[in-house]
């Protein structure tokens, strides 16, 4: 997996210590994503440099590297500076209180005696605890640690650092309160008794690394049980942002979606959900191919295909199967749009397909689903619907195509102004006549 490192290097004044550097950096496969300058003076400078690896044997030979260079250069290797770790300190969210309790007239409204009318208000009007409590602007996510990130199976726990990142995303992007919620359990049956147990306490459930099949019967029986959103992120939120690139790429290139033939490879449940949006949205022709047939039949508008032939078919090809270097660059058909979206690793690099002849590529790192998620929970939550459907999805794909720079295939992901267009989208295509 690749990682991210922070170096304190001091390094002299004379311009040919930075060039000894970055030379060392670049001989041990490392990519340089950050320089911020600490110390400027009049003979030297202190530098903290982010540095990607592909793994750990390379950054440790480039520490070796900058260590030889000792007594030859400028330059000295003063620390390494752990950032990750440091941000995840105490973790990443809290709850606090949204009013200043400093006076005993407001304190008696907030507790007792005063909250007890609030109380005997929701009891004769439930509706009316989206109103007078935090229920209609809180998200709860959901995971059971079964598949986290590219890391698989890891348990609930250790998926935390990842579901406080959620959570906080919420809060920064849209302004939603997310609760994470561990549940230790691999049984379907337990997994949704307890999410239907706790789920008054939350205005949507979001579901997040879960594992194929159980994500899809889980998130099938909480829809039919509970009366408030509920989605999986990785297999919704994945496809609209997915969605969202296809429109620009094809409107970039002057091609029009629908009528391309789109390959997907890989149906779990990001490659399921892609598929099925792709579809809802008007594609035609879906090639759907997995290793495990049984999958494609979740899709049966899709048509089942084996990879071979799906590639030289398609038009558009879209992979999520986690395995790196699936596609290799004579399968690449010229003129071809390729998604190649596993990480941290693509199933073909996207400077090898454009140069077997790709008109379009790109990896996932580029492809992230936090364009989509924040924006449809709030349009969905703001306007009470109970379940978050294709034509909001594809609202939400819509304007962040339309938000793209004209230079680039997706908007920033950190623009805030971007998430409420998103809502605003999503809670219009909500409101339609006829919903």
């Known amino acids: 997996m690749k990682i991210d490192e922070v170096l304190k290097i001091r390094m002299s004044r004379d311009p040919g210590d930075f060039a000894r550097v970055a030379a060392a950096v670049a001989a041990t496969d490392g990519l340089i994503e950050d320089i911020e300058t600490l110390y400027l003076g009049k003979d030297h400078a202190i530098h903290e440099v982010t540095i990607e690896f592909p793994d750990e044997a390379r950054r440790d030979a480039l520490l070796r590297a900058l260590e030889a260079m000792i007594g030859d250069t400028g330059v000295r290797l003063l620390g390494r500076v752990d950032h990750v770790f440091q941000l995840h300190e105490g973790g990443k969210i809290a709850s606090r209180s949204t009013l200043k309790i400093d006076r005993v007239k407001t304190l008696r409204g907030v507790y007792t005696p005063g909250v007890a009318r609030v109380c005997e208000a929701i009891r004769e009007t439930p509706q009316l605890a989206r109103r007078y409590t935090s229920i209609g602007s809180t998200v709860g996510v959901f995971t059971n640690g079964t598949r986290v990130l590219g890391l698989g199976n890891i348990g609930p726990q250790a998926a935390m650092p990842v579901m406080e990142g959620k959570a906080a995303l919420y809060s920064e992007l849209i302004g ?214 294709h034509a909001m999805k594809i609202a939400a794909a819509e304007v962040i195509a339309s938000r793209a720079p004209a230079d680039d295939l997706l908007p920033d992901a950190l623009d805030r102004a971007l998430h409420r267009e998103v809502a605003a989208a999503v809670a219009r295509a909500a409101r339609r006549p006829g919903r």
């Open 176 to 389: 939603l309160a997310a609760v994470p919620v561990l549940v230790d359990t691999e049984d379907v049956d337990e997994f949704v008794d307890t999410v239907v147990r706790v789920a008054p306490t939350f205005g949507g459930i979001h579901l997040e690394d879960i594992s194929s099949p159980a994500c899809f019967e889980i998130e099938r029986r909480l829809d039919d049980a509970l009366s408030i959103p509920v989605m999986h992120d990785d297999r919704h939120g994945t496809a609209v942002a997915v969605l969202s690139g296809l429109i620009k790429a094809c409107e970039t290139l002057e091609l029009r979606l629908q009528d391309r033939v789109v390959a997907q490879i890989g149906l779990g449940a990001a490659g399921l959900g892609i598929a099925d949006l792709l579809l809802a949205y008007g594609v035609e022709t879906v090639l759907a191919v997995d290793k495990n047939p049984a999958n494609a039949a979740r899709v049966p508008a899709a048509t089942p295909c084996e990879f071979d032939e799906a590639l030289a078919r398609a038009d558009i090809v879209v992979a999520t199967t986690g395995v790196p270097g699936l596609i290799k660059p004579e399968q690449i058909r010229r003129g071809q749009i390729v998604f190649a979206l596993s990480n941290p690793y693509p199933e073909i690099e996207p400077a090898d397909a454009l140069a077997a002849g790709a008109r379009f590529a790109t990896d996932g790192s580029h492809v992230n689903n936090l364009l989509g998620f924040p924006g449809l929970f709030k349009g969905a939550m703001d306007t009470g619907r109970e379940r978050i459907d």
